[in-house]
């Protein structure tokens, strides 16, 4: 697809028989969960396992009951459409029952990641207005410290016993007290552009964004299941994701179920090695795979030979930029190209190497179908082809595509800044070349500016992460007293190796003989970690105060 084709009048897209021509009323939870339940109540929709190995097998008969008796328990506790709940629950049933009976109600849902801390927790329900909170023990434990804190909280449900000032969930339904057939009650009717999901940015600022998205949102995600995951009926996709990411309601939610295909849920407690992960693909019959390139950085570092992959079709990597190595390692041991895809917490799928997308190594992929992209400078124009530009996603002309963001909660300056004269700008950057190929280029203040060139960290990082002593790199520009600005990279080491001044020369001289003279990083620091967000992805930010000041990294 070309730049000039990406901008075109959209076309009606339907895939699986789901269609993106959105009524004017929907709910995902009806339109999905209870269909499915009827037209075919055997099918299968989770495969839940834990650490310990123990599983639990849902229906979406299941789902369609218990999100009922879920709803009517919210309901006969004062939850109402448009009430906003904050869902503080690690990747168990609970999360999809509860998001479902929200959704049910035409109530507004907020997952969050778990590792919050009580002072994270405490900022977002003040910030978002949160009238409940649904939690497991650990949740429960951080949110009773700062309840007094938040005096608009009314509601505390808890999923794993009997607390003191919470409703008992499992206690409740015991009592037989709630009907598992239907939401009692006048039917709650739920418009296409009323809001149903509100989700913190997962990026590296100190206060992130609230996204608001509406009840159409879910159906943008055909793209994310239908074309990108390239799922089928009977699938069995696994994704690995924290619930409160933006990534879990991306890839283990709304595109997989309207595909027919049955989520399998990890859930990973405490201590994590990504290791474990593998024999699962084998043991499980996993036939899609999802997840962030941190995960499959760490994947590669083990002997892919050893596991089963005979099931697997698919596999996908989303979140942050994965690089051309680690890819080349992942196929061939597994036989499988991971294909990328480019969205944000604020949009449905925008750009992706889709299943019946040719692969281009390096790219991202192509536009999505009902997504005008165009690539702007900083005054708003399009830039020529194979320049570096600002990803701008058109909204005018009484066009918005079905999966962008209603707006930021209580966030004038981010709305105005976001979106400009009939634009959302993304806040990153790409380059198109002349087949319709996106190459992402980093977030707008990632741009190393040295000595007159522009250089987008990922084209340094590729080249560093073939070096075979890296393990992880991330590229930031430092300050310098002649050009201003260098390249400085810092490097976690593979197992064995020791950082050094020859190795430090070695990695140099290995980047200097790979690619352009002026990419190579003058300054490189070891270190036994990078800084990272909740969702993954590297706190560049944090790199450059420490490239600019100097001192001991922190990382969080």
Not at 43 to 48: F, G, K, P, T, V
Not at 208 to 237: A, M
Not at 249 to 256: E, G, H, K, V
Request: charged share 25%; proline share 5%.
């Amino acid at each position: 697809m070309s730049q000039e084709k990406a901008c075109a009048a959209p076309k009606p897209l339907t895939i699986g028989g789901w269609s993106l021509d959105i009524p004017e009323y929907c709910n995902c939870a009806r339109d999905v969960i209870d269909r499915f339940a009827k037209e075919d109540p055997t099918r299968e929709a989770m495969l839940w396992v834990n650490q310990k190995g123990e599983e639990k097998h849902f229906t979406f008969a299941d789902f369609s009951r218990l999100s009922n008796q879920a709803a009517n328990m919210l309901r006969a506790n004062g939850i109402k459409k448009g009430d906003r709940i904050f869902l503080l629950l690690p990747r168990i049933p609970e999360w999809w029952i509860f998001s479902a009976a929200i959704m049910k109600l035409g109530a507004i849902s907020c997952p969050a990641p778990t590792l919050l801390m009580p002072h994270d927790i405490r900022f977002r329900i003040n910030y978002g207005n949160f009238k409940g909170v649904i939690a497991d023990a650990s949740g429960a434990d951080k949110v009773d410290q700062i309840r007094e804190e938040c005096p608009r909280l009314t509601k505390l449900i808890s999923v794993e016993g009997p607390r003191q000032g919470w409703l008992d969930y499992y206690g409740e339904v015991a009592a037989g007290n709630y009907s598992q057939t239907a939401v009692d009650g006048p039917e709650v009717k739920t418009r296409a552009k009323e809001p149903m999901l509100l989700i913190f940015t997962s990026g590296t600022s100190k206060n992130p964004k609230l996204v608001q998205h509406t009840f159409d949102y879910p159906y943008g995600h055909l793209v994310t299941g239908g074309l990108w995951h390239g799922l089928r009926k009977g699938d069995l996709h696994f994704a690995v994701s924290d619930t409160g990411w933006g990534k879990n309601i991306w890839s283990n939610y709304f595109a997989q179920w309207m595909m027919g295909a049955c989520l399998f849920i990890y859930d990973i407690r405490g201590k994590f090695h990504a290791e474990e992960l593998l024999p699962l693909i084998g043991k499980y019959g996993i036939t899609s795979f999802c997840a962030p390139p941190t995960i499959y950085r760490m994947l590669v570092l083990n002997d892919l030979k050893k596991f089963d992959f005979s099931k697997l079709r698919s596999c996908t990597a989303a979140g942050e930029p994965l690089h051309a190595e680690t890819c080349r390692i992942w196929r061939e041991g597994t036989g499988i190209t991971i294909r990328e895809g480019y969205g944000q917490t604020e949009t449905a799928s925008l750009i992706a190497t889709f299943a019946d997308t040719p692969q281009k190594e390096g790219a991202i992929g192509k536009a999505a179908p009902n997504w005008h992209i165009e690539l702007h400078d900083d005054d708003g124009k399009e830039v020529p082809q194979g320049e570096i530009g600002r990803i701008a996603v058109k909204i005018s002309d009484g066009w918005r595509p079905v999966g962008l963001l209603d707006k930021y909660v209580g966030a004038d300056d981010d709305n105005s800044s976001y979106f400009i004269n009939g634009y959302y700008y993304t806040g990153d950057k790409a380059k198109i070349d002349e087949e319709g190929y996106y190459w992402f280029c980093g977030r707008n203040d990632d741009i190393i500016k040295s000595s007159g060139y522009r250089i987008g960290p990922l084209e340094v990082e590729e080249v560093v992460m073939r070096h075979e002593s890296v393990q992880e790199v991330a590229v930031v520009g430092a300050p310098d007293p002649l050009r201003g600005v260098v390249i400085k990279a810092y490097i976690v080491l593979k197992k064995g190796y020791v950082g050094s001044d020859e190795l430090v020369k070695d990695i140099q001289t290995f980047v200097r003989m790979e690619t352009a003279p002026y990419k190579y990083p003058r300054k490189i620091e070891f270190v036994k970690a990078l800084p990272k967000s909740f969702s993954g992805k590297v706190k560049r930010e944090v790199l450059r105060k420490h490239a600019e000041n100097g001192g001991e990294l922190v990382i969080d």
